[in-house]
């Protein structure tokens, strides 16, 4: 079954509300949780920041797996062994190059329906869904050896994080979801998506664009 938490960003006091949805999917205190970072991150600045944030909840991030300059593919089986993994924000493109160049999309996509709760951050939660142009709508810079788009597909509409509230920027959504004939959704920071089974539940002020036909 799967089990997905979408964030546009882990940092304002206002993500509680989805923090609440994770915790009652994990449905245990103490739960350990894999990290995947989207790029190098040598004195573990980010990852560090990321553990404080889920001691709060007595979560246990234990693991961390970059993909491009330190890669241990030793650490795979203990990574998928977690309760939970936690993809990282960054940039989506490079990310995804990454991804696919450790072979790691079916192991992900495989983890997400049948193991443990996939979580993702910013470009880590654009990886969740069928194609990750959606990044330029927040502003990421295509990385030029990516070929293929394709995300992990375990939903079936766009997410755009980091959402503004302005006229140009919802048409900007309305088109990308007009080319993409498919729903998109856009989250404010503190806005969230949790995905339990067939159920996708929208938490905070969440924005919705419906494909029109041409």
């Not at 979408?6 to 509300?17: C, F, G, K």
């Not at 990044?135 to 050896?145: E, K, N, Q």
Request: net charge negative.
């Amino acid at each position: 079954m799967r089990q997905l938490v979408l964030y546009s960003d882990q940092v304002i006091p206002a993500n509680q509300q989805v923090d609440e949805y994770l915790l009652q999917l994990l449905g245990t205190t103490g739960a350990r949780i894999g990290y995947i970072s989207s790029s190098s991150d040598p004195k573990r600045q980010y990852f560090t920041v990321k553990q404080q944030y889920y001691q709060q909840y007595d979560l246990e991030l234990a693991l961390y797996l970059e993909l491009d300059v330190a890669y241990k593919a030793d650490l795979l089986d203990s990574l998928f062994a977690c309760d939970a993994i936690h993809l990282s924000g960054g940039n989506t493109y490079y990310f995804l190059y990454w991804l696919q160049k450790c072979g790691l999309i079916e192991r992900l996509q495989h983890y997400a329906l049948h193991q443990g709760v996939l979580i993702g951050t910013s470009a880590g939660a654009i990886m969740m869904t069928p194609e990750v142009s959606s990044a330029r709508l927040c502003g990421d810079a295509p990385y030029a050896p990516l070929t293929t788009y394709q995300g992990l597909g375990l939903v079936d509409f766009a997410f755009v994080p980091h959402v503004q509230d302005t006229p140009e920027y919802y048409t900007r959504m309305q088109a990308y979801a007009n080319h993409q004939q498919r729903v998109v959704y856009g989250c404010h920071d503190g806005d969230g998506i949790v995905v339990a089974g067939e159920t996708v539940t929208l938490v905070g002020n969440v924005v919705s664009m419906t494909p029109k036909s041409a």
